[in-house]
């Protein structure tokens, strides 16, 4: 026997199966036998078993020789020796040697067995922390309760080395799975070598076997020198066929075996010592066995504690499902009971809402009912006040007027008397001094003869003394004359102071006039709104829009009858909208009457006021008809002033005028007075003077206005001018404003006064939205501009009736070039143009509320540009 049989029970092999070996890292610390063992080589194959029988071919080294030698001496020699000394031999085959085989100790074994199987259970065992392998039926399979770990089947009795091992064990290889028929070859062993027929060594412990085999694998050196045994000369098949040959050389025979006891018995001894080291390994071996035993079983509990924590963890875990699956089918049950009060309550709460809504509807209806009663009692008062106001204001006006014109009518009929007197006086005067003349020449002519008569004094004599009486005579006539002459000098002088003095009360009162017509004016408020509503030109136009006007009185009110509109129970209506103004002019009135409205503003102008007159409204509405058409409200305004002028002449009234007619396209100013040349037109730059609240124009041609003629010449230019530069006048008419300056200067010679009016007639483009107009492109950018400065100027009016201290006058061209003529300094009045058209009827809404808006805007009073020289009539000495 050799190593190789022992390797396996310690726990790692040398067999061709290397890849087994488990416990590689101590095992050379374990005992040097194992060394041995493991540096055996391929070659100890051929020793697959502890238990190789005696049978087989002898082995080649010695090693094999000392194994042979051994059995034999325990078998055969020792028995024999036994009988010899009267010992007393045992049935016990195990103890027919007469040497106690090695104990191999239940403990020892297994804990040998334990490192194997520990080693085998690393490679086997699962992890503890993976789930238990379940058997086929479900449940957990515990491989403690059902397998037996080598340590506990090494515990347990050896059984017979004859019996077949259990497949388990077949791990050891060739060396277990042969013991079967190891048993079988030493019956032939037996027979064939030893003395006599002995009986087979079946109950003989193999462990024996193993252990004094180690001591054979010790390399003694000596195997070589080793004798050869009758054993190793004997022919395989002669021993059974000639024992009476060998049986006679007993002397021979006893020699050779006590020469082989020796070396048998030197080999026990080593083999002895070999025991001691292994005794000493199995110590250690056990001791490690325990340590790794007491491991296992602290593995084990804490398997024990993990599986027991896991099976809590498990029964837990289940035990949560459950809450789990409970809670969830609580949480349904809620929800579904949440979800059916929700339902509930959405119910409750749509009819409380109903309800409310309901009666808050009915609440509405019945306020809004109130609330009209109200504002129509409102409106009904305010009305009745208003009528007295107006029938106040329009009494005292009346009486303002009559008293006004009783009394120039009393100072023209004073003056006109005077004038006459005058007149009178000049002509007696003119009388008296062709009178006067005529005596003188007489006097001369007469003193012309006395000197022809003093010549012929001596002739003459008599007839000096009767030209002396006569010369007495007549210069007694001529003081009586002159007399006259001075009383009527005097008178003349009287009547001339009379005169001035009547001049100057006159020039007194049309300064008290203007105040008061100004004062009138302000009662009027300084923007004033004016509707006019052209006629229908053509039945073709279309429908009429539905326009009332009910306020035959004052005239200051239209209804529109609004479009279809349906409530909320599907009826369509049409509401009546009423809109209110200063005055309203139906379609019936003609330029003529509408200048009659305007024509104090105009005279404002001339008493130095900023006037600004604009026609708003949507394209074809009649803004052009009635600003610029011939009997227009430029045309007249012109004329009313030279009319005017002229009469002023007699007050001591000089008035100078100068026109200037420029057009706002897409917000830039184009000056209509100058004919659109091929190149570059010079830029039009708006000027403002803040010390004389003037605005000027620069680059901009100025026209004086000395004749009626003229103005319409210029508006005949500006209207060619108009035509050239758009392809159809009446679309660029439509998409511009044209504004026409007219600045008046006045100066008073006989009170030295100076004033400075502007009136602004404003023809304002189209006022259509762009939403309706459905422009694109440059019509678009058009509309874009018209619709942004007609914004600005609605802006520019709210904040000065907000009395704002920032007025956006910079946000558009107009408003800016207009800003004198907007401002405080300034009287307003816009002419909200309407349409008859029912097709127009949205845009005509929504001019009338624009104007409607203007026209709740109180505009700060007006002050006029007049001024007074430092030089006052009392001071130059009249
Ligand atoms: N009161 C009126 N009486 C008679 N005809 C009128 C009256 N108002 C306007 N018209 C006529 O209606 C037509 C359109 O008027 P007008 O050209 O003045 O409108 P508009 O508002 O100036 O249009 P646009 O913005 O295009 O200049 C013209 O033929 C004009 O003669």
Not at 428 to 448: A, F, G
């Amino acid at each position: 026997m050799d190593g190789p049989s022992l390797a396996p029970l310690l726990g790692f092999g040398c067999r061709g199966d290397r890849g087994r070996l488990t416990t590689t890292t101590h095992q050379n610390a374990l005992h040097p036998l194992r060394r041995r063992a493991n540096s055996c080589g391929p070659s100890d194959q051929r020793y697959p078993s502890l238990f190789t029988p005696t049978t087989l071919p002898p082995p080649p080294n010695a090693s094999g020789a000392l194994l042979l030698s051994s059995y034999l001496l325990v078998n055969f020699l020792l028995p024999r020796m036994r009988l010899h000394n009267n010992m007393d031999s045992s049935e016990n085959p195990t103890f027919r040697s007469g040497l106690r085989p090695p104990q191999i100790h239940a403990s020892t074994t297994s804990s040998y067995l334990t490192e194997i199987t520990s080693s085998e259970a690393n490679a086997r065992a699962q992890p503890t922390g993976l789930p238990q392998k379940r058997t086929h039926k479900g449940s957990v399979s515990h491989p403690d309760a059902k397998r037996k770990t080598l340590l506990e089947r090494a515990a347990e009795p050896h059984k017979p080395a004859g019996l077949p091992r259990p497949a388990a064990t077949a791990i050891k290889g060739s060396s277990i799975a042969a013991l079967h028929a190891e048993t079988t070859q030493r019956h032939a062993f037996s027979k064939t070598i030893g003395p006599g027929a002995k009986p087979p060594a079946v109950t003989r412990a193999p462990t024996s076997m193993g252990f004094s085999s180690s001591t054979i694998a010790r390399p003694r050196g000596r195997t070589t020198a080793r004798p050869h045994t009758s054993m190793a000369t004997r022919e395989p098949d002669s021993a059974p066929s000639s024992p009476s040959k060998k049986g006679w050389d007993v002397d021979g025979r006893l020699s050779e075996f006590e020469s082989q006891f020796k070396v048998m018995k030197e080999a026990f001894e080593g083999t002895m010592t070999d025991r001691k080291a292994l005794e000493e390994a199995i110590d250690i071996a056990k001791s490690r066995a325990n340590d790794l035993e007491q491991k296992k079983q602290q593995l084990e509990d804490q398997m024990d504690e993990l599986r027991h924590q896991l099976d809590s963890q498990r029964d837990e875990i289940s035990s949560l499902q459950q809450d789990k699956h409970r809670m969830s089918l609580e949480m349904e049950a809620e929800r579904m009971k949440h979800k059916y009060q929700l339902e509930d309550k959405e119910r409750e709460l749509r009819h409380e809402v109903e309800k409310v809504q309901r009666e808050l509807q009915s609440r509405i209806d019945q306020l809004t009912r109130e609330h009209r009663e109200t504002i129509e009692a409102i409106e009904r008062r305010h009305r009745a006040e208003l009528a007295d106001e107006q029938a106040q204001k329009a009494r005292e006006l009346g009486e303002l007027r009559t008293r006004l014109g009783a009394e120039q009518q009393d100072l023209s009929l004073e003056l006109t008397k005077k004038s006459r007197e005058v007149q009178e006086m000049r002509a007696q005067i003119e009388e008296l001094q062709l009178d006067l003349d005529r005596e003188q020449t007489l006097k001369k002519t007469l003193q012309n003869q006395m000197t022809e008569m003093s010549t012929n004094n001596m002739v003459l004599e008599d007839r000096v003394r009767s030209l002396q009486a006569k010369i007495e005579f007549l210069e007694s006539d001529s003081k009586q004359q002159s007399d006259s002459f001075a009383a009527m000098e005097a008178r003349l002088q009287e009547a001339l102071r009379v005169a001035d003095e009547a001049r100057q009360k006159l020039i007194k009162e049309e300064t008290e006039r203007r105040v008061l017509f100004n004062k009138y004016q302000e009662l009027k408020g300084n923007i004033r709104v004016m509707c006019r509503v052209r006629p229908i030109l053509d039945p073709a136009e279309g429908e009429g829009a539905k326009i009332a006007f009910p306020d035959h009185k004052t005239s200051s009110q239209i209804d529109v009858t609004g479009p279809e509109e349906k409530n909320s129970l599907g009826a369509v209506t049409r509401r009546v909208l009423p809109f209110e103004f200063d005055r309203v002019f139906d379609p019936s009135v003609t330029n003529e009457e509408v200048f009659g409205e305007i024509s104090q503003l105009v005279q404002s102008a001339l008493d130095g006021y900023n006037v600004c007159i604009f026609c708003y409204g949507q394209t074809g509405s009649g803004k052009t008809y009635t600003m610029s058409s011939p009997d227009g409200m430029i045309p007249r305004a012109t004329h009313m002033i030279y009319d005017t002028i002229t009469k002023l002449r007699e007050k001591s009234w000089s008035y100078t005028m100068e026109g200037s007619f420029v057009e706002v396209y897409n917000e830039e100013l184009h000056d209509l007075l100058t004919p659109p040349g091929p190149g570059k037109q010079p830029r039009l730059e708006i000027r403002h003077d803040d010390q004389r609240k003037q605005t000027t124009i620069v680059n901009c041609k100025t026209v004086a206005l000395d004749s009626p003629d003229k103005v319409e010449q210029m508006l005949r230019q500006a209207q060619n001018n108009r035509s050239v530069a758009a392809t159809k006048a009446n679309e660029r008419s439509s998409r511009s404003h044209s504004v026409f300056m007219l600045r008046i200067t006045g100066e008073n010679s006989a009170t030295h006064e100076r004033c400075e009016g502007t009136l602004n007639l404003v023809d304002l483009a189209g006022s259509e939205r762009l939403k309706h107009s459905q422009a694109e492109g440059d019509r678009m950018r058009e509309t874009q501009n018209i619709n942004k400065s007609l914004a600005c100027l609605g802006d520019v009016i709210e904040a000065l009736g907000r009395g704002s201290g920032h007025v956006p006058y910079r946000n558009s061209k107009l408003t800016h070039l207009l800003q004198y003529s907007l401002g405080g300094n300034s009287k307003t009045l816009m002419f909200v143009m309407v349409s008859p058209l029912e097709a127009h009827l949205k845009e005509t809404i929504t001019s009338l509320r624009f104007a409607t808006k203007v026209h709740n805007t109180h505009i700060g009073t007006a002050k006029s540009t007049k001024k007074l020289r430092s030089t006052t009539p009392e001071s130059n000495g009249r």
